[in-house]
Each structure stands twice: as structure tokens, then as C-alpha cells.
């Protein structure tokens, strides 16, 4: 599946993207405030390609004007309030270069995430999260509609910390009031 925004084309991760993916995920700056370490090597980056960004709905996103893969976004396969009652739902989180930092460019993929997870896969929640520290997230989050549910500290077994984690909802029908408000 390839998803198109104006400036992004959202496709799946092809081996060939490892060195794109380098480029950004060795940064200090974009994984450990999201929760995972620095990559240190491109065949790290490849090892991450072929395993977590394999999953179903995680997509490269390639910006269109020059075909290079920038960051990720899509579905990370769980939701964060496991003991509520069960519904329908997925968290959808994200990366990207700090290159293209405050372009708008993350809420425009999460902008077609979202209606691909509420039209495509018939998502009736959708949440979204980020640690303590990380308010550039946070911004991006609200700019997209969702609204803070709830904290809890947790254990960051990739990096061995614990922090604080924060938690936001979209719901099927909120999304679809913000459309029909934005019409």
C-alpha cells in the first residue's frame, strides 16, 4: 500500500532505505527521546527495516522532492490503556529527521495514518503517545486532533530508563467531526 500527502509518498520499507534511515536514526536528537537507542551502523538500520518497520501498516515516508526516506510513521500495533474494555484500536507513532524538523511534515502523514486506520482498517481508536521532555511530539499530537487521556511511568527496556509516558486518544468519531469542521 502507498499513501500520498503533498510533499510525502508513505510506502512500505524496502532493504535499499538502510542508508536513508542511518542518516536520521544516528541522531541523538530522534531515538532515545522516543524510546530507542541511536543506530551504529547502516546494517543496523537494515536489521530494523527487516524486522520492526516490516510490520503491517509502519511506513517509510519518503519525501516526493528528492525520493530520499526521511523518517516513519504507522501503527505500532497496541494501545497504551490495555485494561479498559477492548475496542477496535492501534497507536500510531512516528520519526523524522531533524533536518525537517517544524516543516509540518509529521502531521501531514499522520493526517492520511489516521483516515487509512479509521477508513481502511476500521479503527474505532486510535492513540498516540510520547515520554516526558518530548513536546515537540506533543504538539504534533494535538495539532492532529488527539487529546491527552493519561500518564504513567514506565520502563524503557530498549534504553533501560524509566520515564514518564503520556497518552492521547483520537476517537473514530471525533476524526470525523474535525473533517466535516475543516470541510
Known amino acids: 500500500m502507498i499513501l500520498d500527502t503533498q ?76 485494561d479498559l474494555p477492548c475496542c477496535h484500536d492501534d497507536e500510531v507513532g512516528y520519526a523524522l529527521s531533524p533536518v525537517f524538523w517544524g516543516r509540518g511534515l509529521v502531521p501531514e502523514a499522520v493526517k492520511v495514518i489516521l483516515e487509512y486506520g479509521f477508513t481502511d482498517l476500521g479503527f474505532q481508536r486510535i492513540w498516540c503517545g510520547h515520554y516526558g521532555g518530548n513536546w515537540r511530539s506533543k504538539r504534533t499530537m494535538e495539532k492532529c486532533g488527539f487529546r491527552y487521556q493519561f500518564s504513567r511511568t514506565e520502563f524503557v527496556q530498549l534504553i533501560g530508563e524509566t520515564r514518564q509516558s503520556y497518552f492521547y486518544l483520537l476517537t473514530k468519531e471525533s476524526w470525523r467531526e474535525r473533517l466535516s469542521g475543516a470541510l
Open 7 to 82: 510533499r510525502l509518498r508513505l510506502r512500505p520499507f524496502r532493504d535499499d532505505d538502510a542508508e536513508d534511515v542511518y542518516t536520521y536514526a544516528r541522531d541523538p536528537r530522534v531515538g532515545p527521546i522516543a524510546g530507542w537507542p541511536t543506530h551504529k551502523s547502516v546494517e543496523e538500520s537494515r536489521e530494523i527495516i527487516r524486522t520492526v518497520f516490516s510490520a503491517p501498516g509502519v511506513f517509510a515516508m519518503e519525501l516526493k522532492e528528492t525520493g530520499r526516506v526521511i523518517g516513519s510513521v504507522g501503527f505500532v500495533g497496541n494501545h497504551p490503556a490495555g
